[in-house]
């Protein structure tokens, strides 16, 4: 379970900093993926920010954080959908819920209460 997190979360951050969402230095040094496609500094820096809450941090606290960001990042996909329904409508996508907009978020409000 750690292992998929820290992978999940590499890749993630490492992809934040492909797109430039990080101060410079850090995109740069964030967005290094090595040759065989591994974002090993993303790894690294995610295993010792893990470390350092482990160290500080007791296990409720630690489970409260982790929900706490799972629900955030939830919310911003929620928010993500309809968002991008209403601004690229005719965008192809490989999978589409057959709502309209409206319908769109009025499926996404629920689950965001």
Do not use: H, K, W
Request: a positive charge.
């Amino acid at each position: 379970l750690l292992l998929s997190y820290l992978c999940a979360t590499a890749r993630a951050t490492s992809s934040m900093a492909i797109m430039g969402l990080f101060p410079r230095p850090l995109n740069r040094a964030m967005g290094y993926i090595s040759a065989r496609g591994i974002p090993t500094v993303s790894i690294v820096f995610i295993s010792v920010l893990t470390a350092v809450f482990s160290v500080f941090l007791d296990f409720s606290e630690l489970v409260t954080v982790s929900s706490f960001f799972y629900a955030a990042r939830l919310l911003f996909v929620l928010i993500a959908l309809p968002l991008l329904r209403f601004r690229y409508p005719s965008l192809e996508r490989p999978y589409q819920i057959p709502v309209g907009p409206v319908g769109m978020s009025l499926l996404v409000l629920f689950p965001a209460l």
